[in-house]
């Protein structure tokens, strides 16, 4: 079955510093892999995703995360941080099978 | 011109009841989904629909039926409302059927709250 661990529930960061988020998947073929962004009482929105090629995918907001086999990771990450980047990031993985399993969520707050 | 859209955006009400949460999607995608946000904030897969026809069915209580009266529209329906019922669900839609290999658009989301 696939799954998805973010192993950090909550980062601190401060405005202009750099961030990385990160995501282990486990699944047994070739992985799909998302990262999206959940900002207060919204819905998420896409910020990139990994279907194959290039193992560095960039997104919007600046953001890119970098698909590693070997570790199983998909890490996102940007180099210097907004303060309306703050919200919650889910990883997820998905199948050919229409399912889309997601990580715990990291909730991501910046400092001014 | 909202691509998803999800009514009511705030749901309170008693145990025993019954309730619906409506969702409709303007983006001419062909499967549409529900997910659970439970307190922890795991999202998880509840149902999907592709055309008006079941395709996912996680291990949901019967006392959620879902109805797809055509390809634009997905609606909860939710017998006997329990306390654990309460949660934020979210409303998706995706281009094809793969939707695990397809970005998925989702909607605004509806705070269930059950009391």
């Known amino acids: 079955a696939q799954s998805v661990t973010q192993p950090d529930i909550h980062i601190t960061v401060s405005e202009g510093a750099s961030l990385e988020l990160r995501c282990n998947y486990s699944?047994?073929?070739?992985?799909?892999l998302f990262w999206y962004v959940q900002s207060p009482g919204q819905g998420l929105q896409l910020l990139l995703k990994?279907?194959?090629?290039?193992?560095l995918v960039q997104g919007i907001k600046g953001f890119e995360a970098e698909f590693k086999r070997s570790q199983s990771s998909f890490n996102l990450r940007k180099p210097s941080v907004h303060w309306s980047d703050a919200a919650e990031y889910f990883c997820?993985?998905?199948?050919?099978?229409?399912?889309?399993?997601f990580g715990q969520g990291t909730i991501l707050t910046v400092h001014p | 011109d909202t691509a998803v859209s999800q009514t009511p955006k705030y749901l309170v009400t008693q145990m025993g009841n019954d309730k619906s949460i409506k969702c409709e999607q303007n983006?001419?995608?062909?499967?549409m989904y529900w997910y659970k946000q439970d307190s922890k904030k795991f999202l998880k897969i509840m149902f999907s629909?592709?055309?008006?026809?079941?395709?996912i069915n996680e291990t949901v209580p019967n006392r959620f039926s879902p109805k797809s009266p055509d390809k634009a529209h997905l609606n909860l329906h939710i017998n006997s409302l329990e306390l654990g019922d309460s949660a934020v669900y979210f409303c998706?839609?995706?281009?094809?059927?793969?939707?695990?290999?397809?970005?998925?658009?989702f909607g605004p989301g509806t705070r269930l709250t059950v009391l």
């Open positions: 998706a839609s995706s281009l094809l059927a793969g939707g695990g290999t397809d970005t998925q658009y």
């Open positions: 990994y279907f194959s090629g290039d193992t």
């Open positions: 983006l001419g995608h062909d499967t």
């Open positions: 699944y047994g073929a070739t992985p799909y």
């Open positions: 997820a993985v998905g199948s050919g099978y229409g399912k889309l399993t």
């Open positions: 629909y592709n055309n008006k026809e079941l395709i």
